[in-house]
């Protein structure tokens, strides 16, 4: 099974012009611990704007769901 880790990240267009415009890598991991662990270290680093988990049945974690499933709890 595969599973996908999609997150936001900011690229700059031209020197010349200093709008950031959006863009998304996705990365891919063999097994489910690997994807979770890359998720967990993205919303630690706090840079990124999204972060979302896809299993090759096509369910995403994202948002408060994927928070809770890695442990982060609100204070």
Do not use: H, I, W
Not at 6 to 20: C, I, N
Not at 43 to 58: A, C, F, I, N, P
């Amino acid at each position: 099974m595969t599973y996908q880790v999609s997150y936001d990240v900011s690229l700059k267009t031209t020197p010349e012009d200093e709008r950031a415009a959006d863009a998304v890598e996705v990365e891919e991991f063999s097994t489910e611990y690997e994807a979770f662990g890359r998720a967990r270290e993205l919303l630690e680093d706090g840079d990124r704007g999204g972060v979302s988990v896809r299993d090759s049945s096509g369910n995403v974690l994202c948002g408060v769901r994927l928070q809770l499933k890695l442990g982060f709890f609100g204070e």
